[in-house]
């Protein structure tokens, strides 16, 4: 025996397919909404920790700039003492 479909059962057949197509593709956009999340979260993170590393290579930098010219600083001004003390000794 056949079995007709009449148009009102097409119409609420092909109405729920759409209806589940809609919530499939709409669950489908919310894990790859959180995925982004997740990934733009890492990599922030990733950045961030890169920043830290790279603001203490600079103060590593200059803290070590700061001790060489202090270091420098201090044998110049020895070297300008034993050389004065040198002309003071030699025209004496």
Same mark, same amino acid.
């Given at each position: 025996?056949d079995k007709?479909?009449?148009?009102?059962?097409? /119409?609420?057949? $092909?109405?729920?397919?759409?209806?589940?197509?809609?919530?499939?593709?709409?669950?489908?956009?919310?894990?790859?909404? =959180?995925?982004?999340?997740?990934?733009?979260?890492? $990599?922030?993170k990733?950045?961030?920790?890169? /920043?830290?590393?790279?603001?203490? $290579?600079?103060?590593?930098?200059?803290?070590?700039d700061?001790?060489a010219n202090?270091?420098?600083?201090?044998l =110049?001004? =020895?070297?300008?003492?034993?050389i004065?003390?040198?002309i $003071?000794t030699?025209?004496?």
């Amino acid at each position: 025996m056949d079995k007709y479909v009449t148009h009102q059962e097409l /119409e609420a057949s $092909t109405e729920e397919i759409l209806h589940q197509m809609d919530k499939h593709f709409a669950d489908m956009q919310q894990q790859m909404d =959180s995925r982004f999340t997740d990934i733009q979260q890492q $990599t922030d993170k990733r950045f961030n920790n890169i /920043e830290l590393q790279l603001n203490d $290579t600079k103060n590593i930098a200059k803290s070590a700039d700061w001790k060489a010219n202090w270091i420098l600083g201090i044998l =110049s001004a =020895s070297v300008v003492g034993v050389i004065v003390a040198a002309i $003071t000794t030699l025209f004496h």
